[in-house]
């Protein structure tokens, strides 16, 4: 077994006329400033008020992680990207950026998913999310680490129906979305490639968080093929984690969260 798959392995709303709205602002996605299109700042400004980093990965001021089960998953599942982002780069030999990725959970996500932790009476993964990026900056055991936190995560993931887990997934393919709108270039240059790999990452976050659903027959298991699909076709907008261009554009990552969202939706 290779050391990405075994890396791998431990990785486990939109409506039609809000993707219509997305698409729209997708034909500048991920312009520059200098006045290449009104969506890159669309995105820049919302960027700029979630995070200091290009970062658009917080959730709505309604939606509290504490009680609220999609946003939890959410932002759960945004952790678990970092961390799919971090294990394909280091992988492929390419540590520094890796490293990025392994403690920007740590620094923001993490964080603000504290409060959580106590209101449902969980112990938090700080240790074992500080130990991914230690092991990787001194040639530990990587492997090890990485495991051991999403060991930890799917521990701290609460048992929810097959239309809230589907709510939360399309929430994390829609912050995959603002993230490859932020750092694509109408023309398909990748102009930064830490918001595309995030972009990358979360999505299969979302379909390992997919694959461990146990939907019933019928309407259930026709919306996990749904959303199985969705994601499949918004993976397909990456030409690899380091691309200097790609022919993928963020209205297809906002499009598969919004047929996701309404796979969902016809569960309730």
């Known amino acids: 077994m290779t050391r990405r798959h075994k890396l791998l392995t431990g990785l486990s709303t939109l409506t039609i006329a809000s993707a219509l709205a997305f698409s729209a602002l997708a034909e500048g996605e991920g312009e520059s400033a200098e006045g290449e299109g009104a969506a890159a700042s669309v995105a820049d400004d919302k960027d700029k008020n979630k995070s200091g ?33 971090f294990a394909e780069l280091y992988e492929a030999g390419e540590t520094d950026q890796a490293l ?6 740590e620094n923001e996500l993490y964080k603000d998913l504290e409060p959580a932790f106590a209101a ?12 991914v990026a230690s092991a990787a900056a001194a040639g530990g055991d990587v492997e090890g680490a990485f495991a051991a936190v999403n ?9 929810v129906s097959i239309a809230t887990r589907l709510l939360a997934i399309s929430g994390i393919v829609t912050t995959a979305g603002d ?11 990748v102009k930064k490639p830490h918001e595309y790999q995030d972009a990358y990452g979360f999505l299969v976050a979302a379909k390992e968080i997919l694959a461990s659903a146990e939907p019933a027959p019928g309407a259930e298991a026709d919306a996990v093929a749904t959303a199985s699909e969705q994601l499949d076709k918004a993976l397909g907008a990456f030409s690899g984690l380091n691309a200097a261009k790609t022919n993928g554009k963020a209205s297809t990552l906002y499009g598969a969260a919004a047929r996701i969202e309404i796979a969902a939706l016809g569960l309730k």
């Open 53 to 85: 980093e290009g970062e658009s990965e917080g959730g709505s001021a309604s939606a509290d992680p504490a009680s609220d089960d999609v946003e939890y998953i959410r932002r759960l599942g945004l952790v678990r990207g970092h961390l799919a982002a």
């Open 100 to 105: 990025m990725h392994a403690k920007h959970p």
């Open 120 to 131: 449902r009476g969980a112990t938090g993964f700080a240790g074992p999310l500080e130990a």
């Open 151 to 159: 060991s930890e995560i799917a521990n701290h993931t609460p048992d």
């Open 179 to 189: 993230e490859f709108a932020i750092g694509v270039k109408k023309n398909g240059a």
